[in-house]
């Protein structure tokens, strides 16, 4: 942790705002996913298909999209002023489009702060073999 305290509260938010991103998928909380992504908010997903904050959102609503257990681990936070990579590894279970998974991949998250809230801006996940 830093030891400049306004760049521990930003690390700090940072790991709670991947937090509760990845507690809102599991409680489906729409709200709150749409609270933490930016509006230009893009992720690559693990087999490359790319989707816009719309189209994850729309996949919710739908109902095609059921995770039962998400969480980013072993964070790794870099602030740039005010932008935040984050490196990390992504565990989730569900079921998208009527297919299930259980997967675990290492993220990129890019967040930057407007006013006093960090926006998830773009996110690319890449499948692992966890032991």
């Known amino acids: ?15 709670q705002a ?3 991103l990845a507690a809102a998928h599991v409680d ?3 709200e709150c996913i749409d609270e933490l ?10 087999g490359g298909k790319l989707e816009s904050k719309a189209d994850v959102l729309t996949s919710y609503r739908s109902g095609n999209r059921r995770w039962d257990s998400a969480s980013s681990e072993e964070l790794d936070i870099r602030l740039y002023g005010q932008t935040a990579l984050v490196v990390g590894v992504w565990k989730a279970a569900g079921c998208n489009n009527g297919q299930p998974f259980d997967y675990a991949a290492h993220f990129l998250s890019i ?8 926006l998830n801006l773009a996110s690319q996940s890449t499948e692992i073999q966890v032991d």
Not at 111 to 118: A, D, L
Request: aromatic share 10%; net charge negative.
């Open 18 to 20: 991947e937090e509760r």
């Open 28 to 30: 489906l909380d729409l």
């Open 1 to 15: 942790m830093q030891s400049n305290p306004k760049l521990a509260l930003d690390f700090k938010a940072v790991a």
């Open 37 to 46: 992504l930016h509006p230009d908010y893009v992720i690559i997903q693990p």
């Open 111 to 118: 967040w930057i702060k407007e006013g006093n809230r960090w």
